[in-house]
């Protein structure tokens, strides 16, 4: 199957595009750790990488896209893009969470040492709170969907199993469990997602358009008595 694939949620934007071979599947990658500018970097970049692919836009049979959580920017950067390739091509989109590809790219790292352990992908989303989705054991079976939340909150609703909390907000789940006397591992506190490693696993085909996952309104609101009247 041909895929594009792509993510701009965090701080990284990164781009797959991957395709059979008669030796399995070949693939083409590209990352830029940037917390700023992916509206400016990821339509060069996919370009970059459907270079080396040995077929064009109109020869792409699936796009997936991230739909957060992440910044309100980088979100609807990647779902436009999504949207606009798939208007072009006609190639359906499919979506995953931001932390489901941070999941698979922590999986790419530790292997076997998730084991059956719950594999928390926490992600500092500032004010004291975190995104967080949890994944049972390298099988990555989501446990919920993603939620914002608080370290205690979610480290409690994490209950008695062994966890490895990976991402910006780890460390601080690692140490709101332990502090509740729950085991605990924080690694790869930068941890960004990576599509490379979500590119040729099998995801339902909808028939909807993505749309961005927010966990938290928007902190831009109207100014009250600040519009003009309206001329008659």
Known sequence: MNTLAFDTCFGACSVGVTWSTPKGH????????????????LMPMISDAMSEAPFGFDGLDRIIVTTGPGTFTGQRVGIAAARALSLATGAPVVSLTSLAVMAHTAVSVLGEDIGDKVLAVAVDARRGELYLQAFAGAGLAPLGE?????????????????????????????????????????????????VRYICDIELPLGSALP??????????????????????
């Open 146 to 194: 993603p939620v914002l939340t608080t370290p205690e909150d979610a480290a409690r609703g994490l209950g008695a199993a062994d966890v490895i909390a990976v991402g910006s907000g780890g460390e601080a789940l690692a140490d709101a469990r332990r502090a509740q006397g729950l085991a605990a591992t924080a690694t790869l506190s930068a941890l960004q997602p990576d």
């Open 211 to 232: 749309r961005p996952l927010y966990l938290r309104p928007p902190d831009a609101k109207p100014q009250d008595g600040a519009a003009f009247k309206r001329v008659s």
């Open 26 to 41: 070949a693939g083409a990658y590209r990352i830029e750790q940037i917390e700023r500018g992916h509206a400016e970097r």
